[in-house]
């Protein structure tokens, strides 16, 4: 038998190999080299004879597969191997194996080529862009109704400002909504780490491409800041609203289950030149977290760095 395939990962630098073993092989050793020339197998002679072989054990005095080219890849008896050790993308790699079985080593009678590639796509949903978008584009409409008014009650602004990050003592424009990452914790994995597959077509060949990676629980806090309590209220009707409407939203773009839990409102004294009223809450639901293999683009070779 051989090596049935050599799946190059799409983070790159890694390449999964899947081994077919003759009938009785207990142990193989997969030998990497950068040239397509191999070694014959060890011959045991009459001193590997003396010893003494237990089932499925590892032997004891027989020469190993020894080649000063190549690099040892894998030692065992599983059927998968990752070679991810000193790999460059873009290098084109050749694999056998050697097997044994209690008696003597036989090599494969095919070599098996891969080369790595990074093909690899960021498929992280950013839950905190998301849900800062559709609250710029829900509290506009508040604005445009006259029901919320930027700039502390005057109209120089059509825009409540939805911050990423806390406001600013200086230079902050009332009423203001901030958006932040609270929390991310892998929630959900699954085997390998596989969490789907992607059918495409490509030079004439049909395959699957992986999604790797986990389902997160996130949580994100959004508040609203205000300098008039009566305007803080409307914020909190407001952000209840937007987020009970934007569900089906969030569902399609990738955030499960979302859920908006409102917190006790806050009278912040000190930290602005005008006391300040606030309304917060979070949003938490779940998220993939983790890379699509986009071999249809540019696959990245080798990056050298000094």
Do not use: C
Request: proline share 7%.
């Amino acid at each position: 038998m051989s090596i049935t395939r050599a799946e190059p990962l799409a983070i790159g630098n890694a390449i999964r190999l899947y081994i077919a073993p003759p009938v009785g092989a207990w142990r193989w050793i997969v030998l990497r080299k950068t040239t397509d020339d191999w070694l014959a197998p060890p011959e045991t002679g009459d001193w590997g004879a003396s010893n003494t072989y237990a089932p499925n054990a590892f032997y004891v005095g027989d020469p190993l597969p020894v080649d000063p080219a190549a690099s040892v890849v894998y030692d065992g008896d599983e059927r998968a191997a990752l070679d991810y050790q000193a790999l460059l993308n873009g290098v084109t790699y050749y694999y056998r194996a050697y097997y044994w079985n209690g008696v003597l080593w036989t090599l494969d009678a095919e070599t098996t080529v891969a080369t790595p590639r990074a093909t690899f796509r960021d498929a992280t949903l950013n839950p905190v862009l998301l849900v800062r978008d559709r609250l710029d584009e829900g509290l506009a409409v508040y604005v445009a109704r006259g029901e919320l008014l930027p700039q502390a009650g005057t109209l120089q602004s059509t825009r409540i400002d939805v911050l990423t990050g806390p406001p600013q003592a200086a230079h902050t424009r009332w009423p203001v909504v901030t958006v932040q990452l609270r929390s991310e914790t892998p929630a959900e994995h699954a085997v390998g780490l596989d969490m789907g597959a992607v059918w495409y077509v490509a030079s004439g060949e049909d395959e699957f491409t992986e999604r790797t990676g986990w389902l997160a629980n996130v949580t994100i806090e959004v508040g609203a800041w205000s300098l008039n309590p009566d305007e803080r209220v409307t914020l909190h009707r407001a952000l209840r609203a937007l987020m009970a409407g934007n569900v089906p939203v969030f569902e399609t773009a990738g955030l499960q289950g979302a859920a908006w839990n409102p917190a006790a409102v806050e009278y912040l004294e000190g930290e602005f030149d005008a006391p300040v009223y606030t309304v917060a809450g979070t949003l938490a639901g779940l998220v993939f977290s983790g890379i699509d293999d986009d071999r249809t683009g540019t696959a990245i070779n080798h990056v050298y760095t000094s």
